[in-house]
């Protein structure tokens, strides 16, 4: 816009200076020529008057020479031609005239018409030629066949007028130069608060609902300030309002969950008391006393989980990582769970990293166990380290080495819709399930995962040490809290990594690829 508005002022200055000295060079060589005119005119006219009234017509040779001579005597530096019939007389008898005096002029001094006057170039040099003719002095003012002319050089006038030109053609540079600072000047004034604006929206936009504008003067550039600032202001107040809202709900989640854990738990024990003697029970109490503990069991896992997303919400969440061998970490979570049976496994050895061995198992359990539930056998589990320029590798490019931990199934795979929400908090990969509750026998039918140690949910996804369901089901419609696949991305996050999925394979299912960097303590990568 500084560009534009300079280039503008300089070519509206420049159009300005040209037009006006365009115009100053006409009127002033109008006016030069207009005088030279006049001039030649009125001196021929006096001086003819004055010779002729003494010479005697008609005239020989050297009478009309003599007369030629004493006309151009009191004209200057002038030529004057006589001609009367067939003599002729130049004042100047080096002077060659013929180019000079044209057969219009001549045509029109013999018609006798009065004075006549023409610019001519010769050479390339202007002259200006006046012809009067002699007239009788009776009353009939005829002709006498006397004809005058006078020849003016015009040089020194066409000199004055370019030299005039030239004054003002200098003058442009200076007025251009005049215009590009004027303009320069004018720009910043104008595109200060412009520019000031700008910053400001551009922190505005980054986050900063504080910055604000001066405002000065009462233009529209000062309206705009003090519309902007009114709006920053708005919004300001708006995201006070909503970041308190939002601590408020966080708070409350955390709070209802913190006062429901304690009845849960000796709902709990009751529950557990009931299983175990549900064998004893009519069929219908029977299968009542496992459907409490079932439910009981589920909303404790709900708990847990509306837990520990309070706490990823509060920012609260923090690692308690250690170096661990990553391999056995994975086959003591599926162990844990009774699944090293029901999947595929390959764990090269030594690959060790520092991580929270609790969060990590929390991931495995909720990718496992979501494959095993909605996928179809086999199930894969495969570690590997990938180093900068990881290829196709979800979540691997440049800095470093990558642990890459990728599950997967051969089952019909996510529908491309729930691609985008699989991490959704509450989603379910197909909305028209109904919950079923929990039917297995036995005291283990309850069973929870293991406590976390800081209070947080239990490795998620999967059935308890029993055979029961764990806390945190993710994509199931029937079982788990539906935070599942929510909290393992938050862990991975938390850990700096993140879980990519491929919903749609070539050789069918789909696969869950958790990436993280490889932290190290020993020797290859001192942290």
């Known amino acids: 816009m500084r560009v534009r508005l300079v280039v503008t002022f300089v070519l509206v200055a420049l159009l300005s200076a040209v037009t006006a000295t365009a115009l100053a060079y006409r009127d002033a060589r109008t006016a030069v020529l207009q005088r030279t005119q006049n001039t030649a005119v009125d ?76 610019r001519v170039e010769w050479r390339g040099e202007p002259y200006l030629v006046v012809g009067t003719p002699v007239t009788y002095a009776d009353g009939d003012r005829r002709t006498s066949g006397l004809e005058v002319f006078a020849i003016t050089d015009l040089r020194a006038e066409r000199d004055d007028t370019e030299a005039l030109l030239d004054s003002v053609r200098e003058g442009i540079v200076p007025v251009v130069a005049v215009a590009a600072l004027l ?41 705009l300030a003090r519309t902007f600032n009114e709006t920053a202001g708005a919004l300001q107040s708006s995201d006070a309002e909503l970041r308190a809202q939002e601590a408020k709900a966080r708070r409350f989640v955390a709070d209802v969950s913190h006062e429901l854990r304690t009845p849960l738990a000796a709902m709990a024990m009751v529950a557990t008391v009931l299983e175990e003697d549900a064998d004893q029970l009519p069929p219908d109490a029977a299968r009542a006393a496992r459907t409490v503990g079932a439910e009981t069991a589920r909303l404790s896992r709900l708990v847990e989980d509306l837990m520990e997303i309070s706490r990823f ?39 060790r990293a520092v991580v929270d061995r609790r ?49 997967a199934d051969r089952g019909p795979g996510l529908p491309p819709e729930a691609r985008e929400r699989v991490f959704d908090r509450f989603y379910k990969a197909d909305e028209a399930r109904t919950r079923t509750t929990a039917t297995a026998t036995g005291p283990a039918a309850t069973a929870t995962g293991p406590a976390a140690p800081d209070g947080g949910s239990a490795p998620d996804g999967g059935p308890g040490p029993g055979g ?60």
């Open 43 to 118: 001196d021929l006219r006096e001086r003819v008057a004055a010779v002729a009234a003494g010479f005697d017509l008609p005239p020989d040779q050297r009478s009309l020479s003599r007369f030629a001579a004493e006309v151009s005597e009191g004209l200057g530096a002038r030529i004057v031609v006589a001609r009367h019939q067939d003599l002729t007389a130049v004042s100047d008898a080096y002077a060659d005239t013929e180019g000079r005096i044209t057969a219009e002029l001549r045509a029109a001094v013999r018609a006798g018409d009065g004075t006549r006057f023409q």
């Open 183 to 223: 303009a320069l000047l004018a720009a910043g004034t104008v595109l200060r608060p412009v520019r000031k604006l700008g910053r400001a929206t551009r922190e505005l936009a980054a986050g900063d609902l504080g910055s604000r504008v001066a405002v000065r003067g009462h233009d529209e550039l000062a309206d």
């Open 313 to 351: 919400d509060a920012g609260a969440a923090r690692l308690n990582a250690s170096e661990t061998d990553l391999a056995d970490t994975v086959r003591a979570s599926l162990a844990l769970r009774g699944w090293t049976d029901r999947v595929t496994l390959d764990l090269p050895e030594g690959v």
């Open 359 to 407: 969060r990590v198992d929390v991931i495995v359990a909720n990718l496992v166990g979501n494959a095993l539930r909605h996928g179809a056998p086999p199930v894969t589990v495969t570690l590997a380290v990938v180093r900068a320029g990881g290829g196709d590798v979800p979540g691997v490019g440049e800095g470093g080495e990558r642990v890459v931990l990728e599950v």
């Open 468 to 527: 029961g369901p764990g806390p945190g089901a993710g994509l199931d419609g029937g079982q788990g809290s539906g935070l599942g696949m929510a909290i393992a991305l938050e862990n991975a996050r938390l850990h700096g990594g993140t879980i990519e999925v491929e919903a749609q394979r070539p050789r069918g299912g789909a696969a869950f690829t958790l990436v993280l960097p490889l932290r190290r303590t020993d020797g290859e990568g001192e942290e």
